[in-house]
């Protein structure tokens, strides 16, 4: 019975985890696999073992490969966190009535794994979320190992010193071989050996023997193969095998879990030694009864502790943003070009924003008056520009945060545009969503770039671009299956098929983009398949810029707009000119609109003005009528009657003075007119590209 309440324990764990990673992280996952690479050649793994703990990243890339189909990666890596569950149960003797104990590590390798986040894109740990949890095995199968081979350490003679010699080569093989293939997670075997050894019944030479040449061979070790490493700083030495967040301030929440990792094979080392044989007496009185039946209960509701206390800990850590997985979403669904997919995926989306904005309109007024009146002491002079600072900085944050609950991530919205224009929809849907610029909720300083930058410019044809981004990413943070089919595709489509021929091939040789990379080599072999391709026939239309040397300051946003509303190229596409319109729209710049309407305007010559576009033309024109005529327009109906009501719903609400002071009225608007280029022009304000 106690068996089968340790494996249930373990079972019911892991089909829990199993279960919720497949429902909410399963874009992960997969985005998870594609951000890293294994290559089974000689030359990777000389790569990966160039650095101490180079066997942990290659096998935490072999199996990181797996979650090219999520549900098998998923499993792998719930069965590894059984693994280490069972582990501890064996190495430090947990009871069956406290076998809930024995998940303490495991369910922090859980919150280690699923709080990256935005970090996916940024940290340098090669494969992360296996690392850690290969690590940690290692770590405990290390002291198993070793338990297995003192089971005689209690013997007197001549086999109690064998055994100690035994233990003693043990821990030197340990550390002085394990280093460089696990690193940290050796040094962190050999103290849990030290402090078991120290709490044993050994003989004392045998302790003092083995915690000295413990502390000495953490010490000393990373010192001494610092020598043997041509690239590793030597504070870093110390480091191999973490994960790689810097050690800031801001980032110490990301190492809360990894510490009380690291701390609970020593703590349970401590709580748990060899178990007392329970007492069979029989209770011989109803007061021995009441205690027996105390005593029997208290584990119930020790274990019952313990399971609520790491489902909070699980929950706390677990990264939850709803914009970050949308991102996700909406990147896995441009890359199979499903546009109609995004669009889908943007509209729950923004439902889901949209039910949440009533419950923060309060907050979002008494931050923003708050900001106000520090402007206008700023402004009179009552306050200098740091205490300004300094002040504002809590309530931005505040508005923040309630940004990230209400509003979309510039990512998300200019996906939604990409998915409308290729689908030839952006005219009249194009502000029928939800708009904003809630920064990433992570304090990262993350860019768009590193989350979605790439496949933008890959999509708008601007080919150096997205391949300059991933030469240097992959500099940067590691060659990655990701950055090397951009790099592929980039190449195809500026005619330089024996570059994409060496990423196609080098693809080739992986588990499971072997199918991948033979689609796309036939492009190389064949050009005249490009055209009729669906994926290339979308982004053809953008290829007809003139060659120019210019920058983007890893700010993706801000230079596809003023490119493309800009660009005005003798030769053009309709495509393109649609694109310099949009731009034009976001960048509210009236005579850049002009140009670009017209512009659009004479390469569709056949069928209606869509409706934002009359929208924007209304507006303009009657904000600036000196400059075009618009009076002999043919104007919608429907556009002249909701530019009617608005104007109508401004002057009772004073919009200008009202816009930032009100969000009660900004709401009103919204209900009434949130589908309309108006709304965005007057009420869509202070949006910051990253």
């Not at 199979?336 to 889908?344: F, G, H, N, P, S």
């Not at 669906?534 to 983007?552: H, M, N, S």
């Amino acid at each position: 019975m106690k068996k089968h309440i340790k494996l249930l324990t373990g079972l019911a764990f892991g089909i829990i985890l199993w279960a919720l990673i497949l429902v909410f992280e399963h874009t992960l996952l997969f985005r998870a696999q594609e951000l890293s690479l294994w290559i089974p050649t000689k030359i990777w793994f000389d790569g990966c073992m160039a650095l101490p703990a180079g066997f942990l990243t290659y096998l935490a890339q072999f199996f990181n490969q797996f979650l090219f189909y999520p549900w098998l990666g998923a499993l792998l890596l719930v069965l590894l966190w059984i693994a280490v569950y069972a582990l501890t149960l064996r190495i430090f003797h947990v009871p069956a009535r406290w076998a809930t104990v024995g998940l303490i590590p495991a369910a922090l390798l859980v919150a280690c794994t699923m709080e990256v986040g935005y970090w996916i894109f940024q940290i340098k740990t090669p494969a992360y979320l296996f690392h850690a949890t290969i690590g940690m095995l290692f770590t405990l199968l290390a002291v198993r190992a070793w338990q297995l081979l003192s089971k005689c350490g209690e013997e007197e003679g001549k086999k109690g010193v064998l055994n100690s010699v035994i233990q003693v080569l043990f821990v030197v093989v340990l550390i002085a071989g394990g280093y460089p293939l696990f690193g940290f997670y050796a040094l962190l075997a050999a103290a849990v050996i030290a402090l078991l050894v120290c709490l044993s019944k050994q003989k004392a030479a045998t302790k003092i023997c083995i915690a000295l040449l413990v502390v000495l061979g953490i010490f000393l070790t990373p010192r001494l193969y610092y020598f043997a490493y041509t690239s590793v700083r030597k504070p870093m030495m110390y480091a191999a095998g973490l994960p790689r967040f810097d050690f800031v301030s801001q980032y110490i929440r990301f190492w809360i879990p990894y510490i009380l990792l690291y701390l609970s094979p020593l703590a349970l080392a401590f709580c748990f030694r060899k178990e007392k044989k329970e007492s069979c007496q029989i209770p011989s009185s109803k007061q021995n009864m009441k205690k027996a039946s105390l005593k029997q209960n208290k584990p119930l509701l020790f274990n019952g502790l313990i399971i609520l206390c790491l489902a909070a800990v699980i929950a706390v850590f677990w990264y939850k943003d709803f914009n970050f997985h949308t991102e996700l979403k909406v990147e896995e669904a441009m890359d199979r070009t499903d546009y109609k997919e995004v669009l889908r995926i943007v509209k729950n989306h923004n439902a889901h924003m949209e039910k949440a904005v009533p419950r923060y309109i309060k907050a979002t007024k008494r931050a923003t008056d708050a900001i106000l009146e520090l402007k206008d002491d700023l402004a009179k002079g009552k306050i200098t520009q740091e205490e300004y600072d300094n002040l504002e900085k809590p309530y931005q944050k505040q508005l923040d945060k309630i940004h990230h609950k209400t509003e979309p991530t510039r990512l998300i919205v200019l996906a939604k545009n990409l998915a409308l224009l290729k689908l030839g929809r952006a005219g009249d849907e194009m502000f029928k969503y939800l708009d904003g610029g809630a920064k990433p909720a992570t304090p990262l300083d993350i860019r768009m770039m590193q989350v979605g930058g790439k496949m933008l410019y890959y999509n708008y044809a601007r080919c150096n671009f997205c391949y300059r981004w991933c030469l240097e990413d992959g500099v940067e943070y590691g060659w990655k299956a990701e950055y090397m089919k951009y790099m592929a595709k980039t190449s195809i489509l500026q005619g330089d098929y024996e570059a994409s021929r060496k990423f196609t091939n080098t693809l080739s040789k992986t588990l499971f983009h072997r199918k991948w990379a033979k689609k796309y080599e036939a492009f190389a072999d064949d050009p005249k398949k490009i055209p009729t391709d669906k994926e290339f026939a979308t982004i053809l239309p953008f290829y007809c810029y003139e060659d120019q040397l210019d920058g983007d300051n890893s700010l993706v946003e801000i230079y596809m707009l003023n490119y493309f509303a800009h660009s005005f190229a003798n030769t053009t596409t309709p495509l393109f000119d649609e694109m310099g319109l949009m731009c034009a729209l976001t960048l509210k710049d009236i005579p850049t609109f002009w140009q670009n309407f017209f512009r659009y305007a004479n390469s569709h010559k056949e069928g209606r003005m869509p409706a934002h576009y009359q929208e924007a033309a209304l507006l303009f024109g009657n904000l600036e009528p000196g400059n075009v005529d618009i009076s002999k327009m043919p104007f919608d109906k429907t556009v002249q009657m909701k530019f009617k009501a608005f104007m109508e719903y401004a002057r009772k609400y004073a919009v200008s003075a009202n816009i930032e002071r009100n969000p009660e009225v900004k709401k009103i608007f919204y209900d009434n007119f949130g589908d309309t280029y108006f709304y965005f022009y007057f009420f869509i304000r202070d949006v910051k590209s990253y």
